[in-house]
């Protein structure tokens, strides 16, 4: 079985641009979340899915940070008009217990560099 | 507000020793910890999973330890080899979407 996947691998923007992050979970897996690895704040939470349950936002760091889960399965990660502190790698994680008490697998991550 | 912490920041031991690496968590009401490697540039690989009902897990060379009362788990490596050269993550489970909230990692070298 698959594990979970996430595109681009690498992304550089310029400055002030939008950008999306995919992230493709394990199939059957209810619970998805966002995680950012930066050099200065370490690894952090961003936003969680939980089947059709509005999203946990509490972690998005600005209005500028959003999220979409479609049909339960994939989800997008947007960063509007982006920031040079926004440079980190964006990690995906999913689980299959229901309020995600269940392990969390990682995808490989998206480096943004924002120039 | 949880907050994880993990020492020592690095470590280097030869081959064949056991090691154990330190996390410690300042709210007990977690749901689970896991314990992450990571190699550079890559994602992160799940070891171990404790729930908070347990006191440990093993696979293989790896045991991990939890004492929710204290605060504290610890990761024990036996027999370590280079191939375990990576950063070790603890990250603990909880908060109202039971986000994992990470220590800062310990960077493990085995010399050969």
């Known amino acids: 079985g698959a594990g979970v996947s996430q595109s681009p691998s690498n992304k550089v923007t310029e400055k002030g641009k939008d950008v999306e992050l995919r992230c493709d979970p394990i199939s059957g897996h209810t619970a998805l979340y966002w995680y950012r690895q930066s050099l200065g704040q370490g690894l952090e939470f961003l936003i969680y899915?939980?089947?059709?349950?509005?999203?946990?936002k509490s972690g998005l760091p600005s209005d500028r940070f959003s999220a979409e889960r479609t049909g339960g399965s994939v989800s997008t990660l947007t960063i509007q008009r982006t920031q040079q502190e926004d440079s980190a790698v964006y990690l995906c994680?999913?689980?299959?217990?229901?309020?995600?008490?269940?392990?969390?697998?990682f995808g490989p991550g998206t480096r943004l560099t924002v120039t | 507000k949880q907050e994880v912490t993990q020492i020592p920041a690095a470590l280097s031991v030869p081959e064949g020793e056991n090691l154990v690496l330190n996390c410690s968590f300042t709210d007990s009401a977690i749901y689970n910890l896991q314990w992450f490697r990571q190699d550079p540039g890559k994602g992160l690989t799940s070891l171990l999973l404790i729930q908070s009902s347990q006191r440990e897990q093993t696979s293989g060379r790896l045991n991990a330890s939890l004492d929710k009362s204290s605060g504290r788990s610890t990761l024990y490596i036996a027999a370590s080899q280079p191939g375990d050269s990576a950063t070790y993550l603890c990250a603990v489970g909880g908060g109202s979407a039971r986000q994992l909230t990470f220590g800062s990692g310990t960077q493990l070298t085995v010399l050969p």
């Open positions: 899915f939980q089947g059709n349950s509005a999203p946990d």
């Open positions: 994680a999913s689980s299959s217990r229901t309020g995600g008490a269940g392990e969390q697998y």
